[in-house]
């Protein structure tokens, strides 16, 4: 088969001669070919290099956000570490208030601090650290729970617990024998005395039921509280604020100091019985008497 030529002619501006070159029909192919492959090599280089190029531009970006979400672990870490050990704080807490409710002597367990220490100077690992949580949120969640129901009864204990002084005055006549002032006779006086003017005030020494609340012979004017352990008694009132099964509250207003049953004057005589037997009520009430003291 004849090989065909291709032949190419060059004129210029100037006037010069044209200038004229043959190209075989295989030459033509050939250089078309590499033309063809250059251009698109030129091409894919321009990609690559614009993606690379954008891929550079955010490594920076990237270094930053790594960065920060290192800073972020450590961080959460930290928080972790300081759970744990306010956990184990939590714990010695929990049980020295239980102590305390429960009336022993609460002495600071040291395995809070140890827990504490084993944070942060053993560094417990964060799935530990994780594992010991799991394990101690439940039983603490228990333990409160339990605490609380203690802490009410403490509480309830605490208000029908007759430490209230029932009225203010001087005690003219303590807990104990001694000559009673109507017959002269040396007797137990189950009670104290506490002398005060007609009207003066008189108030519930806990919280409780009206049991008594009527006239008494000897006893004048008597009203009765039932606390439940304890019982308390208040004589020779002026007048009744309370009626029988009134609920009352410690400090509650419940009567007027006056002189009535077998009284030399005006005077309230307060008894405090526990479990049915009189006791002095010095041993319970406050260590003050209220306004103007012993």
Not at 260 to 274: A, D, N, R, V, W
Request: net charge neutral; with cysteine.
């Amino acid at each position: 088969m004849r090989n065909k030529f291709f032949t190419i002619l060059i004129v210029s501006d100037g006037g010069k001669a044209p200038t004229s070159f043959s190209l075989s029909q295989k030459a033509v192919y050939v250089s078309s070919t590499i033309a063809c492959l250059a251009f698109l090599s030129v091409v894919g280089l321009g990609f690559s290099h614009g993606r690379y190029a954008r891929q550079a531009a955010q490594i920076p970006i990237l270094l930053g956000e790594n960065a920060r979400a290192t800073e972020d672990v450590r961080r959460l870490e930290g928080a972790l570490d300081s759970m744990v050990w306010q956990m184990a704080e939590l714990e010695s807490l929990g049980r020295e208030v239980r102590d305390i409710v429960s009336g022993e002597d609460a002495q600071r367990d040291s395995s809070g601090l140890s827990s504490r220490s084993n944070v942060r100077d053993e560094s417990i690992t964060t799935d530990e650290a994780i594992a010991y949580l799991k394990e101690s949120i439940p039983a603490k969640v228990e333990e409160l729970s339990l605490l609380k129901d203690d802490a009410l009864a403490y509480r309830l204990e605490l208000a029908a617990t007759p430490d209230y002084w029932p009225a203010d005055g001087r005690i003219t006549s303590p807990y104990g024998m001694r000559r009673a002032p109507m017959t002269r006779r040396y007797s137990m006086h189950t009670g104290v005395d506490i002398g005060a003017p007609h009207g003066t005030p008189v108030m519930a020494a806990a919280d409780g039921k009206v049991s008594v609340a009527r006239y008494r012979v000897g006893w004048g004017n008597l009203v009765v509280i039932n606390h439940g352990t304890y019982t308390t008694y208040y004589a020779h009132l002026k007048r009744f604020l309370v009626k029988q099964g009134d609920k009352v509250e410690k400090g509650q207003l419940i009567a007027e100091v006056g002189s009535t049953g077998y009284s030399t004057g005006p005077h309230l005589h307060f008894e405090i019985h526990k479990n049915g037997k009189a006791i002095d009520p010095l041993t319970i009430l406050a260590a003050e008497v209220p306004g103007v003291g012993l």
